[in-house]
């Protein structure tokens, strides 16, 4: 399984381990993946994602789970995020737009 975030895209990066002797060898930085499941307000279900914690954080800070994927570019989401954003779009147009009287 790799390791990449399937909300906002975020993978390894890759650098040097530094020693006190200015020795330099290769090493890999991972993103702090974690298995959730978050909930669409929209949809009325959860959905299990393996997010950064980095990435949670964002998707809080935005609204939650509906309001991100309708921001984020399908180039950053995983397939399985790519169908959920789908299904929100179709939820969207299936609900009847009512006009509020004043």
């Known amino acids: 399984m790799s390791r990449i975030?399937?909300?906002?895209?975020?993978?390894?990066?890759?650098g040097n381990n530094v020693s006190h002797a200015k020795n330099r060898t290769k090493r890999v930085f991972l993103?702090?993946?974690?298995?959730?499941?978050l909930l669409s307000e929209k949809l009325e279900r959860g959905f299990k994602f393996r997010?950064?914690?980095?990435g949670?954080?964002?998707?809080?800070?935005?609204?939650?789970?509906?309001?991100?994927?309708l921001k984020t570019k399908d180039e950053k989401l995983s397939k399985n995020a790519q169908k959920v954003k789908r299904d929100l779009?179709?939820?969207?147009?299936a609900e009847p737009k009512t006009a509020e009287a004043a």
Do not use: I
């Open 5 to 14: 975030c399937e909300l906002t895209g975020k993978g390894r990066l890759t």
């Open 31 to 37: 993103p702090n993946l974690q298995n959730v499941t």
């Open 51 to 54: 997010v950064s914690t980095h």
């Open 56 to 69: 949670l954080r964002s998707v809080e800070h935005n609204g939650g789970l509906d309001n991100w994927l």
């Open 89 to 93: 779009k179709k939820a969207a147009k």
